[in-house]
């Protein structure tokens, strides 16, 4: 049985790349009440790792009003659904530059489950190619460099690694490495 039933939806406000929505919902007591819903399109996360360290992606996050370093990472253009998959070859090679050979699922990501409807989809990326990012508009402060395994997981405790679908990347990188899959 699930926890809610949706009794009516609405949408509050709508821009080309999220939808919020309230939702007019019974509890399993059957007390009404709202819950408020950001869609998104799903995401597609990729680590780009040679075997000795990452190449990651630095920009500035408006929202917080700094720059981060991150794996490479987005939605797929507006109007066009790839394939998760497709998604992450696109990501990387706008954002890097680089091109996989292999691409590998590590695993499903809720964004914010509590908050919003988005899922992402986190991949190994290897057999790394260079060429030249092909960036958005939104990405040209974007920057990339490789850094070491020992590096990376010092940048996290420090603070300088804070984008939680990394992190959370990360261990699934991990798990992984110790033979576990999502089967």
């Known amino acids: 049985m699930e926890a809610m039933e949706q009794l009516s939806s609405r949408t509050i406000y709508t821009n080309p790349w999220m939808r919020l929505r309230e939702d007019t919902i019974r509890r399993t007591d059957g007390s009404v009440g709202i819950y408020a ?19 990651l992606v630095e920009q ?18 507006q109007g066009t659904s790839p394939s998760p998959v497709e998604l992450a070859h696109n990501e990387l090679r706008e954002e890097t530059g680089l091109r996989a050979g292999r691409m590998t699922p590590l695993g499903v990501l809720a964004t914010a489950p509590a908050a919003t409807s988005q899922r992402g989809h ?5 057999d790394l ?3 030249e990012p092909d960036r958005e508009p939104e990405e040209q402060d974007m920057r990339t460099a490789w850094f070491s395994r020992a590096r990376f997981e010092a940048m996290i405790l420090r603070g300088e690694i804070i984008d939680a679908h990394a992190v959370a990347g990360y261990g699934l990188l991990l798990m992984h490495e110790r033979g576990l899959s999502m089967s």
């Open 37 to 55: 819903v950001v869609d998104k399109v799903d995401w597609a996360m990729v680590i780009p790792f040679d075997g000795e360290g990452f190449h």
């Open 60 to 77: 500035f996050r408006y929202p917080l009003g700094e720059r981060y370093w991150e794996f490479p990472a987005g939605t797929p253009p």
């Open 122 to 126: 986190c991949f190994l990326a290897t």
């Open 129 to 131: 190619t260079p060429g």
